[in-house]
């Protein structure tokens, strides 16, 4: 992460140049893919998860009236 701070800093706010700021962006950018839910964060580490697994479809249902048979 060290390296792409010195490679990307300029496109960040200037925080994250100060020591220690590599933890927090791990951190944010974590959170940010478990809300699109391509990680899993457990106590064991983090697991990469399917991009496809975003899409899942529920179970179908029906909306409207239905028609007498």
């Given at each position: 992460m060290s390296g792409w701070i010195d490679e990307?800093?300029?496109?960040?706010?200037?925080?994250?140049?100060e020591r220690g700021a590599e933890v927090e962006?791990?951190?944010?950018?974590?959170q940010r893919l478990s809300a699109l839910?391509?990680?899993e964060i457990s106590d064991d580490g983090v697991?990469?998860?399917p991009a496809i697994g975003r899409h899942v479809?529920?179970?179908?249902?029906i909306i409207g009236k239905q028609k007498p048979s």
């Open positions: 990307y800093s300029r496109y960040w706010r200037k925080a994250v140049r962006l791990c951190h944010k950018a974590l839910r391509l990680v697991q990469p998860l479809l529920g179970e179908a249902s």
